[in-house]
């Protein structure tokens, strides 16, 4: 919780040279085979008293495999390997096919977010700022199915090693979900059965 209060926080300035940041941000993509990370989320709603807080590990292979596994406080696992999209909630799947639609859609967002698409300006207009440790990519959706849902998504990266920290999305009714990453490490070898197993 502290992280995230921290990240937050800091006061951000436009950047200057957005050029700059788009290009090095590229590169370190196209250099980056895989992720794992730690991960933290808290979904903020006008409904909660508290927020609702997650745990869990996020797992990425390039060029489109996704694992994002919460183990705290239920067991869920969410699983994209190409075409192919698998849910499990408490040791149970899911069955997928009368949303598939949606979580093809989730599934494309958090492709485009994560392997740095974001900028190419088709999908989101971006705008750049920067605090003392982070650069944050301000994303307005252009599709409108997602401008229904989102006001903006909020994604902040160390500037060290351009590793995403925090993702947020903000929705326009108002309640927000952000997640913090923690212990990520790049280009380790992932079992692919990690993208086709629970």
């Not at 979580?103 to 920067?130: A, C, D, H, R, W």
């Not at 993702?167 to 993208?195: H, P, W």
Request: net charge positive; charged share 25%; aromatic share 12%.
């Amino acid at each position: 919780m502290l992280n995230i209060t921290f990240v937050c926080a800091q006061e951000m300035k436009a950047l200057d040279s957005t050029d700059k940041f788009v290009t090095r941000l590229r590169e370190t993509s196209k250099k980056t085979n895989s992720i794992v990370a730690d991960f933290t989320e808290e979904k903020f709603s006008s409904y909660l008293k508290e927020p609702q807080k997650s745990s869990g590990v996020f797992y990425y292979k390039k060029a489109n495999k996704l694992r994002w596994e919460k183990t705290k406080p239920l067991k869920y696992i969410f699983i994209s390997n190409g075409d192919k999209i698998k849910i499990q909630e408490n040791g149970k799947e899911v069955n997928v096919s009368s949303a598939k639609q949606v979580v093809s859609k989730i599934k494309e967002l958090m492709l485009t977010l994560v392997n740095g698409e974001f900028n190419s300006g088709k999908v989101f207009t971006p705008s750049y700022f920067q605090s003392t440790q982070y650069y944050h990519v301000k994303l307005i959706p252009k599709n409108k199915k997602l401008a229904n849902l989102y006001s903006y998504i909020m994604l902040t990266f160390t500037k060290d090693t351009l590793l995403l920290k925090e993702l947020a999305f903000y929705e326009k009714a108002g309640d927000k979900n952000i997640m913090t990453f923690t212990n990520s490490k790049t280009n380790q070898e992932i079992a692919d059965t990690v993208f086709t197993n629970f």
